[in-house]
């Protein structure tokens, strides 16, 4: 720590827990920690320990009650030099005689610098920096000495500056902040100087350089700095042929239909447009203090024919909050405020061909109190009107983005399986994470953190982690398309199953080290486009790959190793790959041919032989090459003349 306050919080429960300060608990002789103890208090020389009890989380305080300002004369009580402490702190958690936690701080503060004499009202007058640099001699780094090899430092001797007078600074750095340029007529700074130099240079004074004053004179253009803010899109406009998968959903004040859903980043976007067709289930987090309500149900809904739809709604009231509140902090009755939110809303969309013909949706009202933190969800699911007791007929048979993979485990008496990857909750530990189904087209990477002890078996341990990741694939086939049936096994591919690498490295009898843990789960969804259903594409899976990434398992030690347990990572990756629906035709033989003469595929371009002779060429003046060209074409002329049969008859007379 740096200041003279610090914050750190302790998990769990702290009843009956007692909080400690110990200062400067490293021997001085061997450099070493001393062994803590639980008999210590909240108060250690001027450190002071301040712990605010919560239900699962305790805030602890480790503040300083002295001062840090640096000592005047016959001053006590203040800072001797401007580092003024260098300490070492440990905070100590214990149950009895029990430490239950232990943190080490390592404190290096600095005295508080301030001005102590009179300020002046004069502004600093700047100069104008297109005459005049600002800073003349930039190598002067050191305020009141002299900086060896800057001879521009007005504070170096002229004894010291004979000591380096050699080796000064070169360039800008060194002081020569406005340069001789190289057009100028006195100046000898080129290495080959043109014949018709002294007719073309410049003779200006130094106050006009391109390094410093106004070089040029003529119209100052504004530049066009691009605006890093997104522009909002106020009118998206009325759709009056019907909506197309993936169209924004209008309402009658011609704005988007928005519902809160989840971004890239994780987070919950509470105006985000609802796409058609695409169904979505989220769950956002949020607080009494952030609540903040959402469209309202009145409005009503384009349906996409420049008709509108009013929502039929639908109110009910929560019974069970357990679902919805996941954590609570312990207030007293007297100073709790509650107010009535909305829990969940679930919307039906009622579509035929491009538009909506009914809107219901169910709203879950509930009592929401300060200090806790509600889970709400939101669905949207889109219905065909030939929809039958609530379930969809399957008009499109292929994938639609967002919905469940289809799995099944052909070689058992009860065919439904399930591809799932882990969702973790709270320490993200393997024990009480959940898991979730493969989403179609959504690439996900998950995890959960397995607990290992250090006297593990390697080959128990690797054993363990493939059953935990093997239980997230039970399925043998993968289903090609959504309503893939059960009877059919040509509606389903089976999935490749690649065995983990194993090298029987041996760990030469060490504890606390496996190599070759599969940790990683990877899963290869190849898919494709095979066609489409009233514009809708259709999309098929066609193979399915799952294979292991091992890793090298080395028990961390922390702090004074006196914890038997480490931590293994283990994660599930699932990526969807598109290719083309049919394999691309075999190049022909005139494709060969022309890909000779692609001057973007080979290195020899021959219909750029002439290319020096075209005005795209800019290696050198256009004269010089039309002047190069009529050259060779006359030697070309003149031995094509040479060589004919009657040359040498007329050069022999």
């Known amino acids: 720590m740096s200041g003279p306050r610090v914050n750190s919080f302790f998990l769990g429960n702290s009843s009956g827990v007692n909080f400690s300060i110990i200062l400067s608990p490293r021997d001085a002789e061997t450099g070493k920690l001393q062994l803590a103890n639980c008999s210590g208090s909240k108060r250690a020389g001027d450190w002071n320990l301040d712990v ?3 239900v699962n989380t305790s805030k602890v305080t480790v503040s300083l009650s002295r001062t840090l300002e640096l000592c005047l004369p016959n001053a006590t009580e203040c800072c001797p030099s401007p580092l003024c402490m260098v300490e070492t702190l440990q905070v100590l958690a214990c149950r009895g005689s029990v430490m239950l936690a232990q943190l080490l701080i390592q404190a290096e503060i600095f005295a508080n610098s301030s001005f102590a004499g009179n300020v002046s009202e004069n502004a600093t007058i700047i100069p104008n920096q297109a005459f005049k640099p600002l800073g003349s001699c930039p190598c002067n780094l050191t305020a009141g000495a002299c900086d060896v090899r800057c001879c521009c430092d007005l504070e170096c001797t002229p004894d010291l500056q004979q000591l380096f007078s050699g080796s000064c600074f070169p360039g800008v750095f060194g002081g020569d902040v406005n340069p001789p340029y190289d057009q100028l007529c006195s100046s000898q700074s080129m290495e080959y100087t043109p014949e018709w130099f002294p007719f073309l240079c410049v003779q200006s004074s130094l106050d006009n350089t391109p390094f410093l004053g106004y070089f040029y004179h003529g119209s100052i253009s504004t530049p066009k700095v691009p605006s890093f803010k997104i522009p909002l899109q106020t009118s998206p406009g009325k759709p009056f042929t019907g909506y197309r998968e993936g169209d924004p959903i209008i309402t009658e004040e011609d704005e988007y239909f928005t519902v809160p859903q989840q971004s890239m980043a994780g987070q919950c976007v509470g105006n985000a447009p609802v796409a058609y067709l695409h169904n979505f289930d989220v769950k956002c987090l949020t607080s009494l203090e952030s609540y903040k309500e959402g469209l309202p149900h009145d409005v009503r809904i384009n349906t996409g024919t420049a008709d509108f739809v009013q929502q039929n709604v639908l109110y009910r009231a929560i019974t069970d909050r357990g679902k919805f509140i996941t954590e609570s902090e312990s207030l007293l009755a007297a100073e709790v405020l509650c107010q009535n939110v909305t829990f969940a809303e679930h919307y039906k969309f009622i579509w035929k061909d491009k538009n909506i013909e009914q809107v219901n949706v169910t709203v879950f009202h509930g009592s929401l109190c300060d200090g806790e933190i509600l889970t709400q969800r939101f669905t949207v699911e889109f219905l065909s009107l030939n929809s039958t007791h609530g379930e969809e007929l399957f008009e499109n048979p292929g994938y639609q983005v967002g919905k469940p993979v289809k799995a099944a485990n052909l070689n058992a008496s009860d065919p439904l399986g399930s591809l799932n990857i882990w969702q973790p909750a709270g320490r993200g530990l393997c024990a009480s994470a959940t898991d979730r189904p493969v989403l179609f087209g959504v690439d996900s990477y998950s995890g959960c953190i397995l607990e290992v002890d250090i006297n593990e078996d390697c080959s128990f341990l690797r054993g363990n982690v493939t059953e935990k990741l ?45 190599p070759d843990i599969p940790a990683n789960l990877n899963i290869r969804i190849i898919f494709a486009k095979v066609g489409a259903v009233q514009g809708i594409p259709q999309q098929e899976i066609l193979a399915v790959q799952i294979s292991y990434s091992t890793v090298l398992w080395q028990f961390q030690c922390g702090l004074g190793c006196r914890n038997t347990l480490s931590f293994l990572p283990i994660t599930a990756s699932v990526q969807f790959i598109e290719v083309p629906a049919q394999p691309p035709l075999p190049v022909t033989r005139y494709q060969k041919i022309y890909a000779e003469f692609d001057c973007n595929q080979n290195e020899v371009c021959w219909p750029q032989l002439l290319y020096p002779l ?11 090459c039309l002047a190069k060209g009529l050259f060779l074409a006359f030697l070309v002329l003149l031995a094509a003349i040479m060589s004919n049969p009657w040359f040498s008859k007329l050069w022999n007379r």
């Open 614 to 624: 075209t005005r795209f060429y800019t290696g050198e003046p256009y004269s010089q």
């Open 52 to 54: 605010i009890p919560g």
């Open 470 to 514: 093997n239980a997230l694939v039970q399925a043998t086939h993968i289903g090609k398309k959504d309503n893939s049936s059960y009877s059919d096994l040509n509606d389903w591919v089976e999935i490749i199953r690649l065995d983990p690498f194993s090298s029987n490295v041996s760990t030469g009898g060490f504890k606390g080290i496996c």
